[in-house]
């Protein structure tokens, strides 16, 4: 059975960091993008940023740009969201999603395979 499970989210200060993880069983990512997002209370889910599945090419959306760092290891099946430089604004829940594609992109509905979810708060 596909799955993906995130973890390593949780309570942190504004300027803190956080890292989480993405953790795909019962498939290999290998052949996948995968994609973060994050849908706050109230408001769309937005892509923040996403992985090929050769983990050669990387997309940030603006708002995370510079402050978030992904990377993939596909020995273990995981992905893996470094998160600096915290904002309150950052405060979601962050989940992370397959995708057959060219290259990776931050569109919603070009994920099939979606994880649980993670949450985050950033609240001093």
């Known amino acids: 059975q596909l799955q993906l499970v995130e973890s390593g989210g949780g309570l942190v200060q504004p300027g803190g960091s956080l890292r989480l993880s993405c953790a795909a069983s019962?498939?290999?990512?290998?052949?996948?993008?995968i994609g973060w997002f994050r849908q706050a209370p109230g408001k769309e889910r937005e892509g923040i940023s996403c992985v090929s599945s050769s983990g050669g090419v990387t997309n940030y959306a603006d708002s995370v740009k510079g402050r978030f760092t992904i990377a993939r290891d596909n020995a273990k099946n995981t992905v893996y969201l470094q998160m600096n430089s915290l904002k309150p604004e950052d405060t979601a829940v962050y989940y992370c999603?397959?995708?057959?594609?060219?290259?990776?992109?931050?569109?919603?509905?070009?994920?099939?395979?979606w994880g649980q979810g993670t949450q985050v708060t950033v609240s001093s």
């Open positions: 999603a397959s995708g057959r594609q060219f290259g990776c992109n931050l569109v919603v509905r070009l994920y099939d395979y």
């Open positions: 019962g498939f290999s990512s290998n052949y996948y993008a």
